[in-house]
């Protein structure tokens, strides 16, 4: 089967929806079929290689040779190259991350991520664009079950007409360490302002463990440069940013902490790719209430938690109950199998079979 999955942006950073693409892509490939992903925008090709370390790789297209644009000139870049390129294929099946405003000839599902307003005045447009986009699609895809409802209500569609499929990871890849060979340590990832880095800072700054270790991912800006500041110096120098690490560097961290912080802010609760690498990882999860319930259970695979008080009590019992640890370590790699990204392979296959 020959299918295209497609982005409307770059797919050259490890954000959690390209980690997704490359994942289920990998997975179709190593079950026999043929695979092209098409961005929107220009895409380097070695950092393919330095992020996502796969067995076998896809065909990436590039649309645009431009890194950044307007997102009307990204509708545009698609409905005047994208669309007649995807055709040329010929694929028998197309997954569309980020709703486009015309359809393919071949069976299509739109993948919604999340249902998150956009800032501008775009905003105006958005339902009604989506209304539009959206009901061109064969199937509507929600990565969980807060967003299948939030898009039925948003766009008045019967829930039927929206499935839940997970984003999915290649489980096999991922180190899950033993309690013995993991640091008393924190792993919040991304600065992004939705990964709400301040939360797990200021969580961090409250524990009493002075050999309590906290490693960010990401950009440094002048914003946390002013946070980490304001701390005293014994809480500064037990803080350590890790820029951006590749596909086996993050893996190396997620299994060698004992917890992650996910206290990312969105309206809607998200299928978060953090948390579900911390739980294929192993390591328990500390997040908000922007993490789906598909993903985070309270008390059995991690902590939902509302104030930085709560995410330090939560940090401290995971830091010091091996009990604790060692139970939710157990559940969190149970509760982790469903996203399989051979298992998701599978799914839209049946799914496209059903047509």
């Not at 990436?60 to 307007?70: D, G, H, N, T």
């Not at 929206?162 to 033993?178: A, E, G, H, T």
């Amino acid at each position: 089967m020959r299918i295209v999955i497609t982005r409307r942006e770059s797919l050259d950073t490890p954000d959690g929806i390209n980690v997704f693409i490359f994942s289920l892509a990998e997975a179709f490939l190593l079950k026999g079929h043929e695979v092209y992903v098409v961005a929107g925008m220009y895409t380097d090709i070695n950092n393919i290689f330095r992020y996502f370390q796969l067995k076998k790789y896809p065909r990436v297209i590039c649309l645009s040779s431009f890194k950044q644009f307007s997102y009307i000139r990204q509708i545009a870049t698609w409905s005047i190259n994208g669309k007649n390129i995807v055709e040329e294929i010929s694929p028998d099946l197309v997954l569309v991350n980020g709703s486009l405003p015309f359809s393919f000839s071949a069976p299509t599902f739109v993948v919604s991520h999340d249902v998150e307003a956009r800032p501008t005045w775009l905003d105006l447009l958005r339902i009604p664009y989506k209304n539009y986009s959206y009901r061109k699609a064969h199937y509507i895809i929600a990565t969980c079950s807060e967003i299948r409802a939030a898009l039925s209500k948003e766009l008045n569609l019967d829930l039927d007409r929206i499935r839940v499929i997970p984003v999915c990871f290649n489980l096999n890849s991922y180190i899950r360490k033993d309690l013995k060979d993991r640091r008393r340590a924190i792993l919040h990832i991304g600065t992004a302002s939705y990964k709400n880095p301040e939360m797990t800072i200021k969580a961090f700054s409250l524990l009493k463990m002075d050999e309590a270790q906290l490693y960010i991912t990401g950009r440094i800006d002048d914003k946390m440069s002013q946070l980490l500041s304001s701390l005293p110096s014994n809480v500064q120098k037990r803080i350590t940013f890790l820029g951006y690490l590749s596909s086996s560097e993050l893996k190396e961290m997620l299994g060698a902490v004992r917890v992650v912080s996910v206290p990312s802010t969105y309206r809607v609760p998200v299928c978060s790719p953090s948390a579900i690498e911390s739980l294929i990882s192993g390591t328990p999860v500390i997040g908000s209430s922007s993490i789906s319930q598909d993903v985070l259970i309270h008390k059995y695979n991690g902590f939902l938690a509302d104030t930085e008080e709560d995410y330090a009590l939560r940090m401290q019992q995971l830091l010091e109950d091996d009990e604790l640890w060692l139970a939710m370590n157990s559940n969190a790699v149970e509760s982790s199998q469903k996203f399989s990204a051979f298992k998701v392979a599978d799914l839209y296959v049946n799914l496209l079979h059903c047509q």
